[in-house]
C-alpha cells in the first residue's frame, strides 16, 4: 500500500512535470507566433495610413520639390525617382547645379560646389544607400515580394512617442530601421549606417507634417537628418519620368 502510494506520488510529479514542459513550449511557441504576427499587423496598419495597399500599389514615381538651409546657405532641391528604376537628386547651391544620380546599374554624383570638376561614380556602399530608396511605394509594403525581410525588434520612445522598431533587411543586404508611431501608424524615423570617406556614420532622418497631396497620397512635407531639415512645397505623384535622368 505504502509503495503503490509512493509510486502513485512519483507519477504524478512526473505528469506535472510533463504539464509544465508542455506548457512552457507552448508559452514559448505562442510568444513567436504573436510576435511574428505582431510586426504583420503594424505592416497592415501602416499601409492603411499611408492610403491603402490599392492606392500605393498604383503609386510608380514621384517628383518632390523643396528647400533647405545647411550652415546659412539656402539649397533648392528636386528629388525624382521612378519605382524601382532609378532616383535623381538636383540641388541649386550657391548658383551652381549639383545632382546625384543612380539607376538599377550605377550612380554617379557631380558637386561642383565641393570643388568636382566630373562627375565620379558612386562607390558600393554609396550606391546601395541609394538602390535603397527606389522604392516610392515603402519598403514594408509588399516586403516579401520585393526580396525584403522585416523583423519586429520592439518598442521605443522616439522624440517622446512611442514608436514600432522594426528592422528591415533589403535584397541587397543593406539594413536599416524603421520606426512607426504607435498612434498614427505613420513612419516618423528610419536609421541606418553608411560610409562617408571611408568612415562608417549613423544617418538618421526624421518624417512629420503628413499632407496629402492632390492625388490623394500621404507624404511627410518636413525631413530632418544630419544635414539639415528639407520642407517640401510641393509634392507629385505618378508623373511621366524619362528614365534618361537617371544615367550620367
Known sequence: MF??????IHTKIKTM????ILFSALVILTGM???????????DKYVEAMGGKEKLAALKSVKMSGSMSVQGT??????????????RVDMEIMGSSNYQVANTKEGWVFM??????????MDEDQFKSAASQFDVQGALFNAKEKGNTVEMVGKEKVDGAEAYNM???YQNGKTGNFFIDTKTNRLIKTSSKTTVQGQEMDMETSFSDYKQNTDGYWFAYTTTNMQGT???DKIESNVK???AIFKN
Open 167 to 169: 528592422k528591415v533587411t
Open 3 to 8: 509503495f503503490s502510494h509512493i509510486l502513485h
Open 33 to 43: 507566433q504573436v510576435k511574428a504576427q505582431t510586426a504583420d499587423e503594424v505592416i
Open 112 to 121: 561642383p560646389v565641393m570643388g568636382m570638376g566630373s562627375p565620379q561614380q
Open 17 to 20: 512535470k510533463m504539464i509544465k
Open 74 to 87: 539656402d539649397i533648392t532641391l528636386t528629388i525624382t525617382k521612378a519605382h524601382m528604376t532609378g532616383m
Open 230 to 232: 528639407i520642407t517640401f
Open 241 to 243: 519620368v524619362d528614365e
